[in-house]
């Protein structure tokens, strides 16, 4: 039985990072992971680099282009005609992106001397963990830690079970090969508003099925609102407070049969989406077995420190509480190898930035207007639209806003809510002073690169103090 310091179970954004860190420490790390490519070939990133978040921004970015090709060049006094698409050679990008970055990552693996274990993990006791090949062979390996990093999978719907071909999880709707003419998408989170808008603009009909009667609830109330307005003129038909009540399947297409506070209504669709969330990743790991402990959700129950009720047992990422973002997971992934390798360990869940990669982009992080409300927390609030800013103006991108709220006595900002273009890499400012703790005049007295898109975090700080200069 082979031995290691370390032993991770699972090689997605949390399971690899932390394989390298923990190898990075001068740790013997193990990493066991069973995903399959399509054609069999085994691949490390999990389901955030295969099947989710990378393949997810490649067809985002290139149905972003082909709609900018065909609505927005002209304006620049570009003409374009005859703007075909070709969704194979799309898909094949797409592809070619996952199979560079997973590759880079058994390149990381190989260059830090990690034993990568191509199997599916089982845990078995006195931190040993059964890795059971495709092929049905069996080893046992042992850890003095082990780190479980499981991830998530797709919530399933009991009124519109998967069948892969007509109704299909995030995976599927990555992967076809011809637009759809109607596509329902139940569930207006994240993902369902991503994959939607990307079948939205290279064509096809799209109708978001919102079981809540408030759009993006989880968001602050402003750009929740925009979020509404500006992807509805897009052409998503965003439908609130919706269910679905019955559901058929034949050939050729699925009929559904909703309600929502319009009343009753009966869609007939190629494909629908369940994107209703999605739940830890649990299965196979014997976790009654070896008494490992779970909460009422499934999740994998930890402290402070990614503990498990298991010595020497940890896990991060989507198995555990927390968002079931990746950067969440990769962080909780460095946090825990530093803290096995006796270091200090960091990890502040209040700092998290959020982003939804629709176009404007959706970027938060911190508290929102309604969570400070409720907590009956005195705060003052600056807003500044992108339509003020003249780098938006140039781009031809002027839709959106930049929402500080700070402390009302201290001016210590509290969150920082953007919609609007790239707002994916300007949350990072904000994080970065709320980590340092720092107030809106803190931004405020920051010269910001002009003509810039973070003008406008510039000019909401300076909206804190009802001092903004372009507006």
Known sequence: MDKFDIVV????????????????????TACIDSWRTEDGKPALGGVCLNVGCIPS???????????????????HGITTKGVQLDIGVMQARKQKVVRTLTGGIEALFLKHKITWLR?????????????RGHDGATQTVQGKHLIIATGSTPAPLEQAPFDGERIVDSTGALAFTEVPKKMVVIGGGVIGLELGSVWRRLGAEVVVLNRGKVFLSKVDED???????????????????AQVTKLS?????????????????????????VATGRVPNTEGLNVEGVGLAVDAHGFIAVDEHCRTNLPGVYAIGDVVRGP???????EEGVAVAEHLAGQHSHMNYETIPWVIYTWPEIAWVGKTTQQLRDANRDFRAGIFPFMGNGRAHAMGDTAGLVKILSDAKTDRVLGVHIIGPYASEMISEAVTVMEFGGAAEDIARTVHA??????????????????????
């Not at 179970?9 to 013997?28: E, F, S």
């Not at 750009?223 to 307005?229: D, H, M, P, Q």
């Not at 079931?324 to 990769?330: E, I, P, T, V």
């Not at 000019?459 to 804190?464: F, K, Q, R, Y």
């Open 9 to 28: 179970i699972g090689g997605g954004p949390g399971g690899y990072v932390a394989a390298i860190r923990c190898a990075q420490l001068g740790l013997k």
């Open 57 to 75: 921004k490649a067809l985002l970015d290139s149905s972003h282009h082909y709609e900018h090709a065909q609505h927005a060049l002209p304006a």
């Open 119 to 131: 199997g599916h993990g089982r845990l078995i006791g006195e931190r040993q963990v059964e890795v």
């Open 223 to 241: 750009l929740g609102k925009e979020a509404y307005r500006q992807l509805g003129a897009q052409g998503l038909d965003i439908r609130l407070g």
């Open 249 to 273: 399947v034949n050939k050729k297409q699925v009929s559904l049969q909703i309600k929502d506070g319009k009343g009753e209504a009966t869609l007939k669709v190629d494909k629908v989406l």
């Open 324 to 330: 079931m973002l990746a950067h969440k997971a990769s």
């Open 450 to 471: 002009h003509p810039t898109l973070s003008e406008a975090m510039h000019e909401a700080a300076l909206a804190v103090a009802d001092r903004a200069l372009h507006r």
